[in-house]
């Protein structure tokens, strides 16, 4: 753990960073990963754990990745940035583009193909085929997120449309209104698509993410 330890004669300290959150990531890396420690663990990760997550062990990612599957409510967006890595959706893509893939497997995709620097076009394909596949507010919520997200970073007018399209022409989606989005999805249309997209969603950066 370079970098998070520093050491003076025969003394190790840590410079800002908390002993007890550097406990908590070299405990979740040793321990088995059950039901009981991973509700633990999401309902209170933080940044700090994370970090020193990242200077562990790299199968400290698969064991989270499990974990995780069994967890409800809020997930922090920088755990799900370190669960994700540049192979994680090139080695599951043809799960990752089916109807029954979960939310957090939809979120940590997308960073998984940011982190490998994928083609923009590549991430926008994912992103449409993923909103087409979403039979649940959450799924569509979770992909307006990162649609938004996505054009927010490169001004894919080509997305936009396909998105305005799809939410107010197909697969049903215009059955997914609820009170707790405000207003009906199939009222979308291309000038209101990005304050949709802030009404309906959660941004990705210092958020915390629902599944």
């Given at each position: ?156 007018p080509d997305l936009v449309q396909k998105t305005v399209r799809l939410l107010t022409d197909g697969a049903g989606l215009n059955n997914l209104s609820s009170s707790g989005l405000g207003e009906t999805i199939g009222i979308i249309n291309e000038k209101n698509i990005f304050r949709a997209m802030v009404a309906y969603s959660l941004r990705l950066k ?6």
């Amino acid at each position: 753990m370079d970098g998070a330890i520093g050491y003076k004669g025969r003394v190790y300290y840590f410079p800002h960073k908390s002993y007890i959150e550097f406990l908590c990531a070299e405990y979740v890396s040793r321990v088995r990963f059950t039901y009981d420690v991973a509700e633990k663990f999401f309902a209170n990760v933080n940044p700090e754990i994370v970090s020193f997550l990242e200077e562990g062990p790299a199968s400290t990612r698969e064991k989270l990745r499990e974990g995780l599957s069994s967890v409800k409510g809020e997930i922090g967006s920088s755990i799900l940035r370190f669960i994700s890595d540049g192979t994680y959706y090139s080695s599951n893509k043809d799960h990752l583009n089916s109807k029954n893939v979960s939310v957090y497997e939809l979120y940590i995709s997308y960073f998984s193909l940011a982190e490998s620097c994928a083609k923009t076009k590549e991430i926008s394909s994912f992103l449409i085929n993923s909103l087409r596949n979403s039979r649940t507010v959450t799924k569509v919520a979770a992909c307006l997120a990162m649609i938004g997200d996505h054009i927010g970073n490169y001004k894919d007018p080509d997305l936009v449309q396909k998105t305005v399209r799809l939410l107010t022409d197909g697969a049903g989606l215009n059955n997914l209104s609820s009170s707790g989005l405000g207003e009906t999805i199939g009222i979308i249309n291309e000038k209101n698509i990005f304050r949709a997209m802030v009404a309906y969603s959660l941004r990705l950066k210092g958020r915390e993410l629902f599944r």
